[in-house]
């Protein structure tokens, strides 16, 4: 029997009751409890997390953190033959007109430069369940109601399910290997790759899924992108089940320099004329995620960045996005990653990251970029 989509064409399972509750500034608080059917919030001011307890009229409870969230309770049962009873995820995108701040999709697959994401997860023993990572497709720029395509790619799966559909062979995608999986529920078609193995945590794009279902001719370059999520579907249980961290950046027209810096290239940094940066964090007992702008306040661009700071003693970073951050004791190095070289006067690049805290929290004082000292904004 194949399982129904998450969220069928049917207004019952619109997205609703927001937990704007939860959030300050957009920002969810730590320890946020979602227990509301459709409820959702946004954490980073950059992603939603949404409860979609879309198939049961039994009780789930997620909560929520700055990177990502649990399941805190799980009581519905479904078929194993059939269809899960939800879909607590994070995601960048469009989902049922919920829209995650300030993002850029849909988009055009044509006009995507790249594709990025990294997924962290906790599992659980003794329940039914698969750890889903979504890709949504549609032929036009859909932000409400069902897409055509949907991509899952299963980094975990524990008990007697299965993917839509039938297996249709093997593929090496991002440097892995899949088990491949393609049908359909009814409401869209569905291609999924299933790993052979759990895997916890990965850094990949989301590019090269896309461009294999293209391959197969699934999709062609004039379809959109709508939505990255990423999350767990149980069956039974699934309490402790946890996204620890998410990230995700689809860069497109308007985000490609001219001229691409590379990372092997002998030349000095770019000179700066002047700079100032400001960093946001989201604070909790035992972690913070940091939004950080990079400003060019000179009279030329600033062709490749290289930002270095301080991090107070404790402080230790194990997420980033938008910036390739390395960590030496206390001492942080932020680099652009390729598309976000390029600094005209009087605009801006922005990274973040997420770190684990100990002690009282506090910020760096003093930042450079490629060696030249910056205002702090």
């Known amino acids: 029997m194949k399982r129904p989509i998450r969220a069928i064409a049917a207004a019952a399972l619109l997205i609703a009751g927001t937990a704007t509750a939860f959030a300050v500034n957009g920002v969810a608080n730590a320890d946020a409890e979602i227990c509301e059917q459709y409820g959702s919030t946004t954490i980073q001011n950059r992603y939603v997390v949404q409860n979609n307890r879309w198939g049961t009229s039994a009780q789930q409870c997620i909560n929520v953190t700055g990177s990502g969230f649990s399941i805190t309770r799980q009581e519905g049962v479904g078929n194993t033959s059939g269809a899960p009873v939800s879909y607590p995820s994070v995601f960048l995108g469009c989902h049922y007109t919920n829209c995650s701040p300030g993002t850029n999709l849909p988009i055009q697959v044509s006009a995507i430069n790249s594709a990025t994401s990294s997924i962290d997860y906790t599992f659980v023993s003794g329940a039914t369940y698969n750890a889903s990572y979504d890709i949504w497709l549609d032929p036009t720029p859909k932000r409400d109601g069902v897409n055509q395509m949907e991509i899952m790619i299963w980094f975990n799966r524990q008990g007697n399910i299965q993917p839509i559909g039938s297996p249709v062979g093997s593929a090496t995608v991002g440097g892995r290997t899949w088990e491949v999986w393609q049908g359909s529920n009814g409401s869209n078609n569905v291609i ?186």
């Open 192 to 377: 999924s790759y299933v790993a052979p193995s759990a895997i916890t945590s990965w850094n990949f794009s989301v590019l090269d899924f896309i461009n294999d279902v293209r391959s197969r001719g699934a999709i062609t370059n004039s379809w959109y992108l709508t939505s990255i999520q990423a999350g767990f579907e149980p069956w039974i249980g699934g309490a402790g089940l946890a996204v620890n961290s998410f990230s995700a950046a689809v860069n497109g027209p308007g985000t490609t320099p001219t001229t691409a810096p590379t990372t092997s290239s002998p030349t000095p940094p770019a000179t700066v004329g002047g700079c100032a940066v400001t960093y946001d964090t989201n604070a909790w007992n035992g972690g913070f995620t940091a939004n950080v702008t990079v400003r060019n306040t000179g009279t030329a661009a600033i062709n490749g960045w290289d930002l270095g700071f301080t991090l107070p003693s404790g402080q230790r970073i194990g997420n980033s996005w938008n910036a390739t951050v390395t960590q030496s004791g206390q001492t942080v190095s932020a680099k652009n990653i390729g598309w976000n070289g390029v600094i005209a006067a009087g605009a801006s690049a922005s990274f973040g990251f997420q770190a684990n805290s100990t002690g009282a929290f506090a910020e760096p004082g003093a930042f450079t970029v490629n060696g030249t000292a910056c205002a702090v904004a």
